[in-house]
């Protein structure tokens, strides 16, 4: 309270050391790298209407004056004596690249994240927009006098038709046009340029059309009863003009995507745009086709677009021009200019973290946007995070649950195979028990399609002497290098480091080195061994390296060319493939005890989220998952499609633990070339953040600082890593204390500094 009255106190006028003076813009500029913090520059008077915020500005900056780009935040009316600032040198943009509601999320991105507004202002902006990619200069031409002055003029015939034309509106002309619309040739225009009739002027035009497809289209679905109550729950939001956060927990193919589309034809129909966030991984042909079929302007925002297409659907979007957005995480910035709605659709999904500066979460912006324009925000899953789940459970959100699939399919069958029984016993061999194997071949032999799970790739996990227990390790990472037999290499999978496979022990030379562990390219193998016959593809980071094979083999898939589908958690999410009737999942355990407090919520949301890719048809389906921990609370919770048992166990655990969504996580990692300084870093950061909160700490709130400790990944790249993480309950007072201590530490030039707030990778 005491601060913010002495900001409204400096803001007031009340020393005018100038009386006699008018007051005059100030432009407010922030810079995209460097330079921290926002400055002043007056704004000359002819510069006056084309200044405002959310344009850049060339500005001179530093003692030197280099010309720099900045991107002018506010304008303020103040007195300023003439030379007291310097001045804005040129305006950038013909229009705000930036709302007023975007300069506020960006500003509360700058402050929730703790990083710089211009740092998050250079990751909103496309590229290409800045580079106005797609775009060029042209010579157009516009008339200099006025139509009442024609008839003073001396003009032959063909000169007044092109000063008709050019004196109609007051536009600049391209000259091909004018030439055209008037039946002259250019030389006309030229001459009459040499009498300053008409002059030249260089404006921006856009090059290339948007490759705009014509889909059929389709009428919408009768929802079921349990979708109507979610579709009106949304409606309820929107209808009222404020906005609220409606939860929708359904069970996978309960048919969110069609209450997502009927929400968005009301707001399509007040003449507003909605704003549907995917996993980049689900932005496939047949999810951007559920709603080019049945909106007519859908915009698509992904990784994969050029600089100049991505500016290209900017623009477009920006237009007001389309209905529907849909894309990847960035897409929560499009830059619609009346928004009537965002979905988050598998809102659980981590890839909606951005793991570079500005480390913002997609789920925590579109809420704060969906509050700054008041309109709903809508989050669906099968598995929704804790963090949701709590929201809706202490009443912040609408929880509306669809527990029943379309048509009144059951949810598959799910069993355990537990793989502690000795493998004798067992009487397997490999890494499908002789009961999964049976599973296959019979839905095999009835005709149906089977997914296979498991989280690894490569051959073997780890490379290791059978002798002398030598594990081969990347040398910049602190990793088991694991083995691709395909390439004959073995791989780091952090930095990508690859070394031929070794073919005796590097440390004692025997020649018994094994390759053991368990990845995708093995179970491969096996599988071709198993099932000769049977058409098989594996999909995982490696073979999914090049643009479109993701859709090309999920197409195979879906026409049934290929019987069984095996991969990483890349096939466990969103697929509709009805014709499948067994999902296999190798090892469940796989993600169970990664050291990262999420551990148990990932299993559970990918066991349950593979299961769902079965039993979508007629034909019904069965799941069989394989782990070393059947009695596992995550997997039991699993096995029973139960979100809420799962939540129920592991709530009083984040609870009790001070994680969130009971507590706010901030992580810091420092790293170096040099394992010493970077220790020494984190112990010097620690400490002066705990110094600094006890200063300025009433006692009440949770500060609790765990480490400095060597990060689980304790090298990578070739650079020591050490982190700590603190956990509070009051995240703005945290903040306010990191950012005075970051503003006054310097650490070693050696020294990398990253700081996550709300982080999700824990390695
Ligand atoms: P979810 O996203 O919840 O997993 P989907 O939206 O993919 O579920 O829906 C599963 C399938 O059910 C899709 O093929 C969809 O076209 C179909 N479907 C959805 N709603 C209905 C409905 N009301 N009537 C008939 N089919 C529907
Ligand atoms: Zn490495």
Redesign the pocket.
Known sequence: MKEKQRTLFDDAPVEAPWEDQEESPVAVVVFGQGARGAFHYRVPEEMADAVCPGKRLEVPFGRGNRPRIGYCVDLLWQRVSGDRLKSVRRVLDERALLSPTMLKLTAWIADHYLCEWGQVLEAVVPAGVRRQAGSRWRIFVRATVAAANLENLKLTAKQRKVLEILTREDRAWDPRDLAAASGCKEGVLKNLVLRGWIRKESVRVREGKLGREVFARQAP????DE?RTARDAVLEVLRSGKHGTVLIQ?????????VYIQAIQEVVSYGRQAVVLVPEISLTPQTLD?FRSRFEHVAVLHSHLTDVERARQWEWIASGGVQVVVGARSAVFAPTPHLGLIVL?EEHETSFKQDETPRYHARDVALQRAMLENVPLVL?S?TPSLESWHGAQSGRYRLVK?SR???DRPLPAVRTIDLREPRGKRGDKGAITRRLDAAVRQALAQGGQVILLLNRRGFATHIQCARCGYVVRCPDCDIALTHHRSEATAMCHYCDYRVPAPTRCPECRFEGIHFSGLGTERLEAEIRARYPDVACLRMDADTMRSRGSHEKALEAFRRGEVRILLGTQMIAK?L?FPNVTLVGVINADTALHFPDFRAAERTFQLVTQVA?RTG?GDQGGEVWVQTFDPENPAILAAVRHDYEQFAAWELPNRRSMHYPPFAQLIRFVLHSVRQAPARLAAETLAERIRQEWANAANGEALFRLLGPAPAPLAKLRGRFRYHFLIQTSDGERLRRAIRSVLNDVRLPEEIACTVDVDPIDML
């Open positions: 679905l009768a929802l079921t979708q359904g069970v996978t193919g309960s048919g969110k995507t069609e559920r659709d669906g099968a669809l699939r379309i048509e969103g509709d769902g979508r």
